[in-house]
């Protein structure tokens, strides 16, 4: 039973794996931009809710209307204030730009806020669990947390392949040429996609920072399991993202069952094993992925 | 040197091509006096000179592989300092086995590159910020890897062995003649890989990858070849930092700050030349001797500084003087004595 235990928290836990990660794939599914500042944008978030909250004296989840929308500006401006301009330079300048952001972002938040660890208040659903049956323990926060993962994802979707909005970001993702010449205004849809981008990273990262610790370096790992989780998951689909993440999150909680020592490890490893036995992915189509993999 | 001839026999004009200009020539000969200066800086001015020149050494060095790396062949790797590890641990490993560790650093140099070269079939399948952030995931494993280790130490890390031998004095002249004969190898070393027609396939394939490939560059050795000599001398800056602290310490010999630095350098003085990492190095030299006390603000400059340089002067200090100037003094590319423009082939 431990281990059907370990199976299903690993599975919550995929859900905020795929709720960091799915900014992270849309990003460079639309612009071509890999942001490397994205893990510590989400710690961003976890820092503005616990400030928020801890000025108005309530739990962390009433701040959300106010840092939501604060995040999606801020991607917006991102866009518009760095990323277009290096996007015109290359994809390398896209690169340099958004580490030289984090490296930023990272040692400012340890300025202004020490390097100590910090964790949100959850109110009374960071302690609740459900219990079933003896031994299945689910706390509210993972099931919270997957929960939300699925309704951002399924709209993500929705939003996608049902609206105007969601054909302009397709076309531009399949041909930006083509799809700027049949009319499609680029610069609008690239600064939403990095407004939501930002807003669901710093969703996903208050979740992280109500769940457990958090510092200003917790970004850097934030980052490259996101990152991995789009990865394992093939590029390019929303969907593999969550398989991805949860196939990450399974991993760690019953490698962490066996000994917590090699829990991050085994997640490093089975994504160079992913990456060596199907650089594709292991949940894509196999179209998309070859946009960052090398031709010759 | 055969292209130009045929463009210059085309238009019917005898023209002489020639790699070397009297700029280059003076400033070839002007490094080699500035070597022979430095190599006897033990013997005149001792320690409080070669402490901070050894830092600025190892700089040196790390500015000019990580440049092979992402200026010539567009592999921005974040996880250069994974070889750094590999490189100090290895020296550990080389030593406890009783060699020389001065003689180790070569050894140190050449396990980062056999270390490399497995990783390199994984890595080199992906290519810009997938590249960027999986070489972060590869220095990550050799860190976890390393204080899962008891034999080298675990977390708390392992002394250097093999130096009892030396007495204070002559340790650090070695150390310092050692960072500097890296230094000098390293530029060397890119500087006659560039010049002998991979610094022309390693450019092609960091522009267009797919384009180079239909032009018969064989892309994934590049590629390769880059991956392995920025290990190597990540390696031997690891083990000269080794070296220097005489306590391997996984935390800090795996700090992504080692990476930062490469960028830094290299996007400063200017990407996709042979000087100008080496002008990036002695700047953030000089920026980390004002600031290092305040470590957080140091890094908050270098990262700004660097995102600023890279919209702002993509092709760094270097790059813009010599493409405002025509300046080079490395000579890499070719020139048409008695003209104005300056072509950088190579």
């Known amino acids: 039973m431990t281990w059907v235990n370990a199976v299903l928290q690993g599975l919550l836990q995929g859900g905020i794996y795929a709720l960091i990660a799915c900014g992270l794939s849309l990003t460079f599914g639309v612009m071509r931009v890999v942001n490397l500042a994205h893990g510590d944008l989400a710690v961003c978030g976890a820092y503005l809710a616990m400030v928020l909250s801890s000025a108005l004296g309530v739990p962390v989840w009433y701040t959300l209307p106010l840092v939501l929308p604060a995040a999606f500006v801020f991607g917006m401006a991102l866009q518009v204030v760095l990323l277009r301009r290096a996007l015109r330079t290359g994809e390398i300048a896209t690169v340099l730009v958004t580490f030289g952001l984090s490296v930023m972002i990272e040692n400012l938040l340890q300025e202004g806020a020490t390097a100590n660890d910090r964790v949100l208040n959850a109110g009374a659903i960071g302690v609740a669990a459900l219990r079933i049956g003896g031994q299945i323990t689910l706390p509210w926060l993972f099931t919270a947390a997957f929960l939300t993962a699925c309704a951002v994802l399924s709209g993500l979707q929705l939003l996608l392949s049902r609206t105007s909005w969601g054909r302009k970001v397709r076309a531009i993702a399949d041909d930006i040429d083509t799809a700027r010449l049949v009319g499609v205004r680029v610069g609008p849809v690239f600064a939403s996609v990095a407004g939501i981008a930002v807003a669901t990273a710093a969703l996903a990262g208050i979740f992280i920072g109500a769940i457990g610790n958090f510092n200003p370096l917790t970004g850097e790992s934030t980052l490259i399991f996101a990152f991995e989780a789009v990865v394992i998951g093939g590029l390019g689909s929303l969907w593999g993202t969550l398989a991805g993440g949860m196939a990450l999150g399974v991993t760690q909680v019953v490698v962490g069952e066996l000994n917590e020592a090699y829990a991050v490890l085994a997640v490093h490893l089975l994504f160079l094993l992913v990456l060596a036995v199907r650089p594709a992915g292991l949940f894509a189509g196999g179209q998309q992925a070859r946009t960052a993999q090398v031709t010759g | ?346």
């Open chain 2, 1 to 346: 040197m055969k292209r130009d001839g045929v463009a210059a026999a085309a238009r019917g004009t005898q023209l002489k091509v020639s790699r070397w200009s009297a700029a280059a020539t003076a400033a070839m000969g002007s490094l080699a006096v500035g070597l022979a200066v430095l190599a006897a800086v033990p013997y005149f001015a001792g320690g409080p000179a070669e402490q901070p020149l050894i830092v600025a050494f190892t700089f040196i060095a790390m500015a000019a592989t990580w440049n092979l790396l992402a200026g010539f062949s567009g592999l921005t790797s974040f996880g250069q300092h994974a070889y750094l590890g590999v490189g100090a641990y290895g020296l550990y490993l080389v030593a406890v086995h009783g060699i020389n560790p001065f003689a180790g650093i070569a050894a140190a140099a050449v396990i980062a590159g056999l270390v490399a070269l497995p990783v390199s079939g994984l890595l080199l399948r992906l290519s810009g910020g997938y590249f960027a952030v999986a070489s972060l995931v590869v220095a990550a494993v050799f860190q976890i890897a390393v204080t899962l280790a008891p034999s080298v130490g675990g977390t708390t890390g392992v002394s250097l062995p093999g130096l009892a031998g030396y007495g204070p004095v002559l340790r650090e002249a070695m150390i310092y003649w050692a960072a500097l004969i890296v230094a000098a190898l390293s530029v060397a070393g890119v500087f006659l890989l560039v010049r002998a027609g991979f610094g022309l396939d390693a450019r092609a394939v960091g522009g267009d990858p797919v384009a180079a490939s239909v032009l018969g560059v064989r892309v994934g050795r590049v590629r390769l070849l880059a991956y392995l000599a920025a290990a190597v001398g990540a390696g031997a800056v690891g083990a000269l930092i080794a070296l220097q602290t005489q306590f391997i310490e996984p935390t800090s010999v795996f700090s992504v700050q080692y990476s930062v630095e490469m960028l830094f350098m290299v996007l400063v003085g200017g990407i996709g030349t042979i000087e100008g990492p080496v002008i990036g190095a002695l700047i953030l030299f000089a920026l980390q001797q004002w600031l290092s006390q305040d470590g957080a603000w140091y890094l908050v400059l270098v990262g700004g500084i660097a995102v600023v340089a890279t919209l702002a002067v993509p092709r760094g200090l270097w790059g813009f003087v010599s493409s405002r100037w025509g300046w080079s003094l490395f000579p890499v590319g070719y020139r048409v004595p008695g003209r104005d423009h300056h072509r950088q082939a190579g």
